[in-house]
């Protein structure tokens, strides 16, 4: 189930590196991806973001950010997981 949902990051991000790892331990299903640049030009020296399969969330407070960062990573792994349990259904 690792990796249903992608949690990409900046590596000049705001956010600190043991957020994001603990991300991980806290949700079996999400995987943290650090890249050198997403080419969101800028947003990193404003404030703390991530693309979460894609969609970017974003708060200036790093703490704040990471809630929403794992509030959209919740809900994604449960509408797939739910997506699943229904295709396995009669």
């Excluded at 969101?40 to 960062?69: M, S, W």
């Amino acid at each position: 189930m690792d990796g249903l949902v992608v949690i990409e990051v900046c590596a000049n991000n705001r956010l600190a590196p043991e957020w994001l790892s603990e991300i991980e331990q806290r949700l079996p299903g999400a995987a943290v991806l650090e890249t050198d640049c997403t080419n969101t030009c800028g947003l990193c020296q404003v404030r703390a973001f991530a693309y979460v399969n894609g969609k970017l969330v974003h708060d200036p407070d790093p703490a704040k950010c990471v809630e929403k960062i794992e509030d959209e990573a919740r809900a994604l792994l449960r509408w797939l997981t739910s997506s699943e349990d229904e295709k396995g259904a009669p």
